[in-house]
């Protein structure tokens, strides 16, 4: 179907209309182009390797770029179906064709038969219905007996079409219809509704970008100071919300990053070629149109499904879009935080591990507490969480790093073991008895901790005073920093949004004090 879409682009035809039929496994592709008189069936049509460009044009009457080069995409073309029947007429002559079945097909292939030595089965009009009425010029292609099947959904098909041909959806002269609905740029509405942020390279006319994201994402970037050697490139990246989202739907096929030249796809999924193994790489998705790559020089391999690797100007583009890439990284894992979401967790020059971790908790947390898009305090709520949320993150690593310090010590106490002091025990008492009081009045009967030990009634301050004795005025040590620690780590341990103040002297003295547990423990 793509290369029957291609020759009707070449053909200066403004409509292709397709018609398929799951249920008898055939269908019909019809275009108003051009079309052939019989000298140009027997001699260009059906002769395989054929080329539009021999003449030594790359354009078409309509000046449109040529799409198809060595003619051996019709391999593909007269291949996919047991039997072809072809019909086609210009506007001053009358319909030719034949029909092409493919089991005589290979045997003058693997023969070497010229077109004229491979006769063609007279052709049945009838079979095309109504298809025929009202044509002027163009070419009408009826694929019988599909091989293997027509496997795949209309909508899964419509999709395809409107992202692989994007000259169909970018040029206003040239329109493609499917059982008799045109493909537009709505069969992209879940992939543009789920399309998180873009970057654009230089500029392009493009209306999915103008309509369909532009109007909707703040987050867009662009690129316009590129290496001067790649004259020419344009094109857009994009992330999803979800890798998910690049999945179309019932199929196993994804949206990747892909390289066009004058609008027909050359080159799927371009980040192969240049892996980093980044998380954002399972997000991105988009389009590079390089048409340079269509000139003098093939660049194609033989198959025409991609560009010789090692070419010099395929290399300077994949050079390139590592280095833009090396940016999307960034912006992306910063966008994403901005947002609440996980980004990049491999970047730590940015964010620090313990940042990041803390954030993603406190993200997942905030989650739960948002309403419905629907609910009129979704703004009010989603700015409050806002405001909350560098507290929050600094709170939770605060009380992290209070929680495993002080059990660390409870472990170490009695691991060596270090007898408690009258002090000690008087104070454990004192809290046991306190929180018997609270869980009677609350009417708590079952046990609010798993041990029973005097150690875990005892704070760092008493932690800090059975490991090390020393003098508190005259000498440091983790009694006189655990001192300092316990009043901010009240009040942080009370959901208290300290000051900056506090933050700087919490931050200064747990430093001190994991210092000294390090070298405790060490």
């Not at 099947?149 to 329109?175: T, V």
């Not at 992209?188 to 392009?204: A, C, E, H, M």
């Not at 988009?286 to 560009?307: A, M, N, P, Y």
């Not at 409870?410 to 270090?418: F, W």
Request: glycine content about 4%.
């Amino acid at each position: 179907m793509g290369e029957a879409i291609s020759n009707s682009w070449d053909a200066d035809a403004k409509n292709v209309w397709i018609y398929i039929d799951r249920e008898n496994n055939h269908l019909i592709i019809k275009d108003d182009g051009e079309g052939m008189t019989s000298e140009d069936f027997q001699n260009k049509f059906l002769k395989i390797g054929y080329s539009k460009r021999k003449d030594g044009s790359d354009k078409t009457n309509l000046n449109r770029p040529f799409i198809g080069r060595k003619g051996i995409g019709k391999l593909a073309l007269l291949s996919c179906a047991k039997r072809i029947h072809v019909l086609t007429k210009t506007k001053n002559s009358d319909f030719v064709g034949g029909i092409i079945d493919n089991s005589g097909l290979d045997n003058a292939i693997n023969d070497d038969l010229t077109p004229q030595q491979y006769p063609l089965e007279s052709i049945n009009k009838g079979l095309f219905g109504n298809h025929l009425d009202n044509v002027e010029q163009g070419t009408i292609i009826y694929f019988e007996n599909i091989n293997d099947g027509i496997r795949n959904r209309i909508e899964y098909i419509r999709k395809l079409i409107a992202l692989f041909f994007r000259f169909s959806l970018i040029d206003d002269s040239f329109k493609i219809t499917l059982n008799y609905d045109p493909i537009t740029l709505n069969e992209l509405n879940d992939l543009s509704q789920s399309t998180q942020f873009v970057w654009q390279i230089n500029t392009i006319n493009d209306p999915y970008l103008k309509d369909k994201i532009s109007p909707t994402h703040e987050h867009i970037k662009k690129f316009e100071k590129l290496n001067s050697s790649l004259e020419g490139i344009k094109g857009f990246i994009a992330s999803v919300v979800e890798p998910k989202h690049l999945k179309i739907r019932n199929t196993q096929e994804k949206v990747s990053l892909d390289l066009y030249v004058n609008g027909r796809l050359r080159e799927k999924d371009l980040l192969k070629h240049i892996p980093s193994a980044r998380l954002v790489e399972s997000y991105i998705y988009g389009q590079i149109h390089l048409d340079r790559l269509d000139g003098d020089k093939d660049r194609f391999t033989s198959s025409r499904e991609g560009v010789i690797s090692d070419d010099p100007l395929f290399q300077t583009l994949l050079s390139e879009l590592k280095e833009i890439m090396k940016v999307i990284t960034d912006d992306w894992d910063k966008w994403r935080v901005e947002l609440r979401q996980d980004g990049d967790s491999e970047n730590t020059t940015r964010i620090t591990k313990k940042e990041r971790k803390s954030k993603e908790l406190v993200n997942t947390i905030s989650d739960e507490f948002v309403p419905s898009k629907e609910s009129i305090y979704r703004s009010k709520v989603d700015e409050w969480l806002e405001s909350l949320s560098r507290d929050a993150e600094y709170n939770v690593t605060c009380y992290a790093e209070c929680f495993i310090s002080e059990n660390l010590l409870r472990k170490y106490i009695n691991y060596k073991p270090i007898p408690l002091s009258m002090e000690a025990i008087a104070e454990s008492k004192k809290w046991r008895e306190k929180e018997e009081t609270n869980k009677n009045t609350a009417n708590i009967s079952f046990n609010l901790r798993q041990s029973k030990d005097e150690l875990v009634y005892l704070d760092m301050d008493n932690l800090a005073n059975l490991i090390e004795k020393v003098d508190p005025v005259k000498q440091a040590g983790l009694s006189r920093d655990a001192k300092e620690y316990k009043p901010i780590r009240d009040a942080m341990a009370h959901t208290a949004l300290l000051t900056q103040n506090a933050k700087q002297r919490l931050n200064l003295t747990y430093e001190n004090i994991k210092a000294r547990i390090k070298k405790i423990i060490g």
